[in-house]
């Protein structure tokens, strides 16, 4: 679903990396900011992601033909700017903002623990694409808005669970005894 008047988007739903929705992290240039790499098979529809940044380039530069001819473009290629199995068959692109998004599960109910939302899982954003042409520095923003978890995947950073880590040493309980040997 799309406002293509304003260049907002509900995301088809990608793979979550890099995921600072809960604190936000150090940019380059200093600011902080909340972000999330969004993954999307390379066959995924992006019909309405690339015409909200479409509507952004033309809002910001004019007609096609004005656009400049080298700018900074969103949409990035898996195969060739990450050495990663993650990123294999993707195109993926980072959405950040200076607020801290709202954060939501399948049933919109909110997510306030960083072990819920993470990079792996997946999910759906509500984006906003927008130009720029700041310091000689021309091309195409996402601002992140909201995210909203859809399903668990395999963590990205290989972190497991309490109950994944102790699994093993788990038994059943003796409630004559308080478990210490002693």
Not at 112 to 135: I, N
Not at 146 to 174: C, I, P, W
Request: glycine share 8%; charged share 30%.
């Amino acid at each position: 679903m799309s406002d293509l008047k304003t260049s907002k988007v509900i995301t088809p739903v990608f793979r979550a990396s890099y995921v600072r929705v809960f604190e936000p992290a150090e940019q380059p240039n200093g600011d902080m900011a909340y972000s999330v790499q969004m993954l999307f098979p390379k066959d995924a529809d992006l019909t309405e992601l690339r015409a909200a940044a479409e509507l952004a380039m033309t809002k910001q530069f004019g007609e096609k033909a004005k656009w400049p001819k080298q700018y900074w473009n969103p949409f990035r290629d898996g195969d060739t700017e990450r050495d990663s199995a993650e990123y294999k068959n993707t195109i993926f692109i980072l959405a950040k903002t200076k607020n801290q998004p709202g954060i939501v599960d399948e049933n919109v109910q909110p997510i306030l623990s960083q072990d819920e939302f993470y990079s792996g899982c997946y999910a759906r954003a509500s984006v906003v694409f927008y130009g720029f042409d700041k310091g000689g520095n021309k091309g195409l923003g996402v601002g992140l808005n909201h995210v909203m978890k859809v399903k668990d995947g395999e963590r990205l950073d290989g972190r497991r669970t309490a109950n994944e880590d102790f699994a093993s040493f788990a038994k059943e309980v003796d409630d004559s005894k308080d478990g210490s040997g002693f």
